[in-house]
């Protein structure tokens, strides 16, 4: 069994899921070769009406990074090259033209909230947990979540969340509207309301309604935007206090 599985419901759901619960669901280079298939397969496969992203497991969607590949990464070069391959992923996502849900089983921390930002849709169990911590380990936001994020909430909301690196609950990001729709943990992915009303339209209309959204958006701003907050992020990096930080999450 790999790191990730890629599966398609009869429905037309394509289901991207991370597949490391030992490191509770963390992105590595391995995860992120497979996030690259599953939008080319998204893209060219014509029977997809949606992609789905979730992990593997009860207890974690997306930790982030996989500290234990990326903390050897010590300069800016070094660390710019590793958050630009998973950004650009992330800007594809974002940019999908079909529907993109998050469904999100459990924990998701740092990069696995960026991850479910860059969806259209996020999905939660009620008892699963949020937060963009990067803050606490001397760094930003470096896969453009920062800059999604503040296109789906109002800024006021966006910012909190990342300045204060603080942890959630899903029902107060529920409130806040990070969260479209919150599910009991032993209801099954294909009885999800808002999943399965999805699957039951054409592939034509869902994609429409997505050009839509995507015409609405300044797609080279965004870009852009993305761009920079990758640069800041591998500056941050670099720091030695970056690194401190995260040798003592690592020894705690």
Known sequence: MGQYLIHMNDEGILKFIINRPEKRNAVSYEVMDGLERALEESVQNDHVKALMITGSGDHAFCSGGDLSQFHSLKTESESYEMLSKMGGLLTRLA??????IAFINGTAIGGGCEI?????????????KMGFVQGNLAITTGWGGGTLLLERLPASSALSLLMTARVEGAEVLYE?????ELVDDI????????IQMISSKSAGVLKAYKHQLLTKWDKERIEKN????IKQCSKLWARDEHHDAVDTFLSN
């Open 95 to 100: 940019f999908l033209p079909k529907p993109t």
């Open 116 to 128: 479910a930002t860059a969806c259209d849709f996020r999905v939660s169990k009620k008892t699963a």
């Open 176 to 180: 806040m509207g990070f969260i479209d």
């Open 187 to 194: 209801v099954p992915l294909h009885d999800i309301p808002l």
């Open 226 to 229: 993305i761009l920079e907050e």
